[in-house]
């Protein structure tokens, strides 16, 4: 059930992205070279070197929707997890070998290391998504340090060398409009567990209502303090899709330009100086997939808590 859950989730996130991009234009660079992005030494100077540009590029279009170079790399990750997915799942066996022993090996060490954290009972009806964001989140991150995405593209020979204009690959979560859709699918499916734990009165009484045992002038004293406290959660939590797709993005995008950056910093090196900085944006890749779903299982276990008997209701 986990599998076939985690199959839905991924399909879900890689469309995700069309529609947030579906109403940008632009069109694609005419085809003059297609090379690397390689640091060409010429009499005068360097090859020219632009900074990864902020916003994912178009690259093509199917029916009038827009292609970008992030959508390809999200929907090759997607494809190649649920290929892998099924391969390890389609022979079970007692003793797992292979492909399979890798992936009960992955779900049990995130199932037993969440299960410490939000409880067996809330774990078993989260788990699905926790699990298939951290898993998509690492790929797609690791996926954009394979070498010739961000340096293999369309571009034009200068006085300096070639120069990339529209690379045919771009990791996927350096574009906000990827990390963004994750961030507002957990808030969608944050919602309807919130609601699924507490009802509609409970989930309005865990914002506003006052805690601990007051009374007298000072329980209405705290009323009034958590009504004000209730609405600055409100905020809290609508902001609180921003804060994990800038976090992620962030993180990312700051990693591909800083390796960018390397490649062209000393041109006799260029094949050298990256290299550190490359086992260090794995590193990263795994602690930003680790950080996301933290802060995702986290808010879950706040919003689906009882105060007072300190375990966690469990959405039906």
């Not at 990390?179 to 989930?203: E, K, P, V």
């Not at 914002?207 to 409100?234: Q, S």
Request: hydrophobic fraction near 55%; include cysteine; aromatic fraction near 12%.
């Amino acid at each position: 059930m986990y599998m076939y859950r985690l199959f839905l989730v991924l399909l879900l996130m890689a469309v995700s992205p069309v529609i947030a991009v579906g109403a940008a234009g632009g069109e694609v660079p005419e085809v003059v070279h297609a090379g690397a992005v390689d640091a060409h030494v010429a009499e005068g100077g360097h090859g020219e070197h632009h900074a990864l540009p902020p916003d994912a590029q178009e690259i093509a279009k199917v029916a009038g929707l827009p292609i970008t170079n992030s959508m390809v790399i999200t929907w090759t990750v997607s494809l190649g997890l649920i290929v892998l997915a099924q391969l390890g799942t389609r022979r079970m066996q007692m003793v797992p070998s292979g492909l399979q022993n890798f992936w009960e090996w992955l779900v049990e060490s995130l199932y037993e290391f969440l299960e410490g954290i939000i409880g067996g009972e809330l774990v078993k009806h989260t788990f699905w998504f926790f699990a298939t964001i951290f898993i998509f989140i690492l790929f797609t991150n690791w996926a954009g340090l394979v070498p010739g995405v961000g340096t293999l593209g369309w571009g034009q020979h200068g006085p300096h060398g070639f120069s990339l204009e529209t690379p045919w690959l771009r990791g996927g979560n350096a574009d906000l409009n990827m990390t963004l859709a994750m961030a507002m699918i957990f808030f969608a499916c944050w919602t309807y567990w919130a609601l699924q734990a507490n009802g509609a009165g409970g989930f309005v009484k865990h914002l506003f209502a006052p805690k601990g045992d007051t009374t007298g002038f000072l329980k209405a004293l705290m009323v009034v303090v958590f009504i004000a406290v209730g609405f600055l959660e409100i905020i809290s939590i609508l902001f609180r899709p921003i804060s994990l797709s800038f976090r992620l993005f962030g993180n990312i995008f700051a990693g591909e330009n800083m390796l960018e950056s390397m490649m062209v910093l000393v041109p006799a090196l260029s094949w050298l100086l990256p290299v550190p900085f490359y086992f260090m944006e794995l590193l990263v890749g795994l602690v930003q997939a680790m950080v996301f779903m933290l802060l995702t299982a986290v808010f879950t276990m706040l919003i689906c808590q009882h105060d007072d008997e300190g375990h966690a209701k469990t959405p039906h």
